[in-house]
């Protein structure tokens, strides 16, 4: 397959992530609704947390099967820290982030009074929920980078395929990376309960989150790299596991317990059967 080819094709695969997107304008959601969505959409990322994981797993193992067969404990250690310096910055990054978003928007003026006035709760209801809808956003943003971090490694395995001829596993991968992104938009835009976000907004999260599946295929025509693959899916998976909880959270007060597991289980297996689309074709 041709680099163009290849190139045309993976971006098609990364921006079906828009399919999904546009559900967050839609009008007239219950609360309970959009609380049930948001937690879907935690459960589709759970499923993303496991198979980067799977997958960061399979190349530990190859470096551990690499030492016991006498090639030296240096690849497999490497791999290793590697991946856990992945975890603890995908999870910690996401965190500062949004940290220093919050430290941000306090220090800055507020029309009407200050930062004081916050203290003594002479905050005017239009910047409280001007304050709520910035922050809904941008945990949406955060969940779009996190579904970015994931889909450059898809993007990765794309271009490894098209570049070693193997043709019908590339184009696989590429309509089951097109659906499984799909659901992804969804899961960018369900956290964002009754806040309607712009089409500007929408197109950079869709940028944020899909673009580097058609960056990823691109570098995986030209670079085959066990190390950089298992830095994305380990960063990926810490940023997924921050987001999941941050959710988690938020949607068990307005739930309960026994509709935010349901939620995940349900978002869990449609990341699953998205998957498997890919498996059956094997990949």
């Known amino acids: 397959m041709s680099p163009e080819k290849t ?30 969505l948001s937690v879907l959409a935690a459960g589709i990322l759970l499923f993303i947390f496991w198979d980067v994981l799977d997958a960061a797993h399979e190349i530990l193992e190859s470096g551990l099967l690499f030492a016991k067969a006498g090639g030296g404990w240096g690849t497999f250690a ?9 975890i603890m910055a995908g999870g910690l990054g996401l965190a500062w982030i949004e940290h220093q978003m919050q430290v941000r928007r306090a220090r800055a003026p507020m029309a009407g009074g200050s930062v004081d006035a916050v203290a003594a709760g002479a905050v005017p209801s239009q910047e409280l929920a001007r304050l709520a809808e910035r922050a809904s956003l941008t945990l949406g943003m955060l969940i779009a980078i996190a579904i970015g971090l994931h889909n450059f490694s898809e993007g990765l395995a794309i271009g490894v395929s098209a570049r070693a001829g193997e043709v019908a596993l590339a184009t696989t991968l590429i309509v089951g990376f097109a659906l499984h992104n799909a659901t992804e938009g969804f899961g960018i835009v369900g956290p964002l309960g009754a806040v309607r976000p712009s089409w500007r907004w929408l197109f950079v999260a869709g940028l944020v ?37 941050q959710l988690w959270k938020s949607a068990d007060r307005r739930l309960g317990s026994r509709m935010v597991l349901f939620g995940l289980s349900v978002g869990f297996l449609i990341g699953l059967a998205s998957d498997l689309v890919i498996t059956y074709g094997g990949g």
């Open 78 to 86: 490497g791999r290793g820290v590697m991946a856990i310096v992945g």
């Open 209 to 245: 989150g899909g673009g580097p599946t058609f960056a990823g295929t691109l570098v995986g025509y030209r670079v085959t790299s066990p190390a950089l693959e298992i830095s994305f899916y380990t960063l990926a998976a810490g940023a997924i596991l921050y987001v999941v909880g």
């Open 7 to 36: 190139a045309l094709l993976g971006a098609i695969a990364g921006f079906t992530i828009f399919l999904g997107l546009p559900i967050g304008r839609v009008r007239g959601m219950s609360e309970r609704m959009r609380a049930f």
